[in-house]
């Protein structure tokens, strides 16, 4: 086969371009840190790139799901915490009215603070968190133990449905609590109960035994409640780890996958410089000079 002077500058100018094309690769590379900048380049490693980032991008969501979650937990732990305390305390005061030489005075007294902290506890039953109501189940716009018309608590709109959280791929778990088993209607008429006795002015506490009996059952109810939402929130806390892992584990697989060896991206991209300086200096030897060179 004839080879002309044409053909000759004809592969020495595709070779060169072809030479530019591997050092702009490599520069891209080496400024992207990415092993493609776009899908055409490697289409397995886009496409696998693709599926890597999909699960990262769940582990993320997952994880703010678990902070909702934590702040579900948390603030219903405080909310039990306060009505323990608060109910700790009308305790101690029931047992201090259960004394016979209390005046009608000092019984009046301690009624009038029991109604200021059965007060406190329907504030504590109505705790709202971020626009929500922590303590009505899934109804969680509307208050658990609204007042009506006459400022008396109405104790029908409780939700005790469980409200539930993807903390992970297929598990929910449940954040709220019942509040059936912490706010129920029985312990505000105990409650009432107690105050009524003590506000009748009969200088007596009736059915003190009987009274500090259903105070202990209610206390009961709330640590057995609050147990209850510890152990949850041991399992949130074991899934908050395990996803950590994912997550590390995520981002190591999808650099693996496309980020560039940049040490092994300066050494191509040196070698392909020389190897574009060799083909110029060659490629400026086989051109020949054609007769225009000469005519100038």
């Known amino acids: 086969m004839r080879v002309t002077q044409s053909m000759l500058a004809s592969n020495s100018l595709r070779n060169l371009s072809k030479s530019y094309s591997n050092m ?48 579900w937990m948390e603030n219903s732990e405080a909310g039990i ?3 323990t305390q608060v109910i700790q305390r009308i305790r101690e005061l029931t047992v201090q009215a259960n004394n016979s030489t209390n005046s009608p ?3 009046k007294a301690i009624g009038v603070e029991i109604s200021q902290l059965k007060e406190d506890l329907i504030g504590v039953a109505n705790t709202k968190v971020a626009g929500n ?9 509307n208050p658990p133990i609204p007042l009506d018309a006459n400022g008396n608590p109405d104790f029908s709109q409780i939700n005790s449905t469980a409200y ?10 449940k954040v709220n609590v019942d509040a059936n088993n912490l706010f129920s209607q029985e312990l505000f008429d105990t409650l009432s109960a107690l105050e009524t006795n003590l506000l009748d002015g009969e200088g007596t506490l009736e059915n003190g035994d009987e009274l500090l009996a259903d105070l202990d059952k209610h ?5 057995a409640e609050r147990s209850e939402l510890g152990a949850r929130y041991n399992r ?3 899934v908050d780890s395990r996803l950590s892992d994912q997550e590390v584990i995520a981002n190591r697989i999808l650099s693996d996958n496309e980020d560039a060896d940049i040490e092994r991206v300066i050494t191509d991209l040196t070698i392909q410089e020389s190897i574009h300086r060799a083909s110029l200096s060659v490629g ?10 000469f005519l100038r």
């Open 24 to 71: 702009g690769k490599y520069q891209d590379q080496l400024a992207t840190g990415k092993k493609i900048s776009r899908p055409s380049d490697d289409p397995v490693v886009a496409i696998k790139g693709m599926f890597y980032r999909t699960n990262l991008t769940e582990v993320e969501q997952y994880k703010r799901n678990l902070n909702e979650a934590y702040t």
């Open 81 to 83: 915490e306060q009505a």
């Open 105 to 107: 005075e000092d019984l």
């Open 133 to 141: 109501y922590i303590f009505n189940g899934t109804q969680t716009k």
């Open 164 to 173: 539930n959280i993807e903390v992970s791929k297929g598990v929910q778990l």
């Open 219 to 223: 206390i009961d109810s709330m640590l």
């Open 236 to 238: 949130l806390e074991l």
């Open 284 to 293: 400026a030897r086989i051109i020949q000079p054609s007769l225009i060179d």
